[in-house]
């Protein structure tokens, strides 16, 4: 029977499809991270936002003359930009601290530490990057995963600016990070 945008009919979609998804209703959670990141890890973690930006899948024109530009082949699956994260940061600064040694696990070129400076030194991909992995819940309003996506060799590729005023008042402080992986699965549950 077709959708005939009624209340009714509307009502009986979602009822069949289990209600609607919540935007914000979703949980976080990290593995397999670098040894220097283990300290200030938790469990689970409060994202403001979470925001996968678009996957999209390359194609080359085949040329075969004719009108317009002929037959598109597939040829990879890309994902754009990677993804962006925003944490509230408790009274601990612990997300804080969290998100800077994990690039620092990766990076740490050349900052000053007393009278000497540390090398710059990059480290291997399989002992940052190789065995990270990032799990997003979609949670139905009960709290129960109804879909998890799994993304595989994550990193922090960026740490955004983070805004200090004394001009917001009540205004909670948060940190916002981008993200890339080499890629993602997801499973209904």
Not at 88 to 100: E, H, Q, T
Not at 139 to 166: A, C, M, Q, V, Y
């Amino acid at each position: 029977m077709p959708l005939d945008n009624t209340i009714n009919s509307l009502k009986n979609y979602f009822n069949l499809h289990q209600g609607i998804q919540r935007a914000n209703r979703f949980s976080i959670s990290f593995s397999g991270l670098p040894e220097q990141v283990n300290r200030y890890q938790d469990v689970e973690y409060v994202a403001d936002e979470f925001l996968l930006n678009q996957r999209a899948i390359d194609h080359v024109a085949d040329n075969l003359t004719g009108y317009g530009v002929g037959r598109l082949i597939p040829r990879r699956q890309r994902f754009s930009n990677g993804m962006a994260l925003s944490f509230p940061v408790g009274g601990d600064n612990k997300i804080l601290l969290f998100m800077n040694d994990w690039m620092n696990s990766i990076y740490s070129g050349g900052f000053s530490i007393g009278p000497t400076t540390t090398k710059f030194t990059l480290q291997y991909y399989d002992n940052v990057v190789s065995s990270a992995r990032m799990t997003v819940n979609l949670l139905d309003l009960n709290g129960t995963t109804k879909t998890r996506f799994i993304f595989s060799e994550i990193f922090p590729t960026e740490i955004l600016p983070i805004k200090l005023s004394s001009l917001d008042r009540d205004k909670y402080m948060s940190v916002n990070a981008v993200f890339n992986y080499r890629e993602f699965r997801y499973e209904r549950t």
